[in-house]
């Protein structure tokens, strides 16, 4: 899949860790966790809100649009 | 209260499955056992051969039909009647018959026990709680070629078989029939199940990314 969740790269830059961002965001660490290893297939915007909102960022910053090199 | 009850009745359902299997296996087994000593015993000995075949009547006339009135009616055959013929017979080497009954009662046997193998199954995934898989709409498809070639396929044989019995057998006052084909309602129980599998394909499909929908 074309779209790459880049969410291990901001949170290492803010130095946050999967169990805080969790309980701060208010989902389980099983699903961030899937979330931040690429296997989710879609996420809720409620989810992607929440994400931006305590990770001071934009959608944009969390999910990119990357061609796969085979194409 | 409703999942108790639910609960309930897959477990009598389960248990009705497991019963089904275990006679089916048993009871199965020993006639195959029998099927399979049958061509060894009783050699040189004048036996009773009884076997089912279909047969036309051609000749009604022992038949009478009459009306409310009183009036006497006419009466015909239009489908073949299943009879059961019993013959004296010397049995003096193993018979064809008997070894062609092998494979047809191991067939039966095969396709009963998938049968109800699949059903098993897919009642177990419902107990626990995961009935919407790949794999339960893949034995829903399973279900369905088990039924069509157990009934179909078994039909026919059996109908091969009867018409084989006959061989050398003169009949008077009716003939011999055999019927191949396939049954309608077989198939539109085969479409049925069919259709179902893909629901289930699909509401896999649909369990899995609600499951990763974060």
């Known amino acids: 899949m074309p779209i790459k969740v880049k969410l291990d790269r901001v949170m290492l ?59 | ?34 099927v399979i000593v049958i061509p060894f015993t009783d050699r040189d000995a004048t036996v009773e051969r009884s076997f089912r075949a279909e047969v036309n009547l051609k000749d009604t006339s022992a038949f009478q039909v009459k009306s409310t009135s009183g009036e006497a009616g006419s009466i015909e055959f ?20 008997d070894w062609i009954l092998i494979p047809i009662v191991a067939f039966a046997l095969g396709i009963s026990l998938w049968f109800i193998h699949l059903l098993r199954q897919i009642c177990r995934s419902v107990r626990d709680g995961e009935p919407f898989t790949l794999i339960n709409a ?5 279900l369905a070629l088990a039924l069509f070639l157990g009934t179909v396929l078994g039909d026919n044989l059996q109908s091969l078989f009867r018409m084989f019995a006959a061989r050398g057998v003169q009949p008077d006052g009716f003939t011999f029939s055999a019927s191949f084909g396939i049954g309608g309602e077989i198939l539109f129980l085969v479409l049925i199940l069919m259709v179902l599998s893909e629901v289930f394909r699909l509401g896999a499909r649909m369990q899995e990314d609600q499951k990763l929908t974060i």
């Open chain 1, 13 to 71: 830059d803010q130095a946050v860790s999967l169990t805080e961002l969790a309980d701060r965001i208010g989902i389980t660490l099983a699903n961030l966790s899937i979330l931040k290893t690429g296997k989710a297939k879609a996420i809720r915007f409620s989810t992607l809100e929440a994400l931006c909102q305590e990770l001071n960022c934009q959608p944009g910053d969390l999910i990119v649009f990357e061609e796969n090199e085979q194409e």
């Open chain 2, 138 to 142: 893949k034995r829903i498809r399973l």
């Open chain 2, 1 to 34: 209260m409703e999942t108790q009850v639910t609960a309930r009745s897959l477990k009598i359902l389960l248990l009705f499955l497991n019963l089904s299997w275990w006679t089916t296996l048993i009871g199965g087994g020993l006639l195959l056992l029998i």
């Open chain 2, 78 to 97: 239009k489908e073949p009647i299943l009879a059961k013929i019993t013959l004296p017979e010397t049995r003096r080497t193993q018979s064809t018959e």
